[in-house]
């Protein structure tokens, strides 16, 4: 299935059991001029393909099977994380507070007001436009790292860290005007157009060379969204990830 509705149109994807409530949220979100799919459980919705464009979930709690809830902690798990505003009929304080610490947008309760979803599927698209614009410059930063050599990536991430280039040609075991070659191929090639931008950039991708001792800070806070064509379904996905995080 093919996502690209325009270019511009952001798909919403309703997972909730009463058939009434997706007909009167499609309606609703329809006339808002959004593109818009329902579903009757979860099961539903992961044997759809992942999303392809910009878009978020609309989730009711109580759902035959996996609840709401556990599908959203699932998608995330398996860093299938799609922006979600939760809507129930049966929500409490104790699901409101999981839902939203689990990176939910907002916890909604049945009947919903009109103007209250729609703000709350704006602020979901808005932080689902922010993780896309983070995961594109992330992609994009790979993409140049590709281009370099086993050496120059090793003298990128010392030069990351602030060394001269004698005190990375004494790290490496070479010279210091081999050292400026591949630094300069280095700036070249990661479009960086200043130590500092190589340093960000550095930082971004997590390079470390293995001489460095400082405490690892682990990976850069970026939202991370579902990579193009990962996957069949979001359940393919899911239960990849989850193989390959427990095999």
């Known amino acids: 299935m093919n996502d690209d509705v325009t270019a511009s149109t952001p798909l919403l994807l309703v997972v909730d059991d009463d058939e009434s409530v997706r007909r009167s949220l499609a309606r609703l979100l329809t006339s808002a001029g959004y593109a818009v799919e ?13 999303l392809t464009g910009p878009g978020c979930l609309i989730l009711d709690v109580q759902l035959p099977g996996l609840s709401g809830l556990d599908l959203h902690a699932r998608l995330r798990s398996a860093d299938a994380d799609v922006s979600a505003v939760f809507v129930s009929g049966h929500g409490d304080v104790a699901m409101g507070v999981r839902a939203m610490k689990d990176g939910a947008v907002d916890f909604l309760t049945k009947p ?13 698209l808005a932080r689902d436009r922010l993780a896309r ?10 993409q140049r790292d590709s281009a370099l050599t086993q050496r120059e990536r090793e003298v990128c991430a010392l030069v990351a860290t ?12 070479t010279s210091e005007k081999t050292v400026k070659v591949h630094r300069a191929r280095v ?16 930082d971004r991708l997590g390079m470390r060379h ?10 850069a806070d970026v ?24 095999g």
């Open 112 to 124: 919903v007001n009109d103007v209250e979803l729609l703000a709350a599927v704006e602020r979901a």
């Open 210 to 219: 293995s001489s460095d001792t400082r405490p690892d800070p682990g990976p």
């Open 223 to 246: 939202p991370v969204m579902l990579p193009l064509g990962a996957a069949a379904s979001f359940s393919t996905y899911a239960r990849t990830e989850s193989g390959a995080r427990t």
């Open 162 to 173: 602030g060394l001269l280039n004698k005190q990375v040609a004494a790290v490496l075991g």
């Open 38 to 50: 329902t579903f009757g459980s979860a099961a539903e919705l992961l044997g759809r393909e992942p």
């Open 133 to 142: 614009g983070h995961r594109a410059e992330l992609n994009e930063l790979r």
């Open 187 to 202: 700036m070249t090639k990661m479009q960086a157009g200043s130590l500092a931008a190589l340093v960000r950039i550095a």
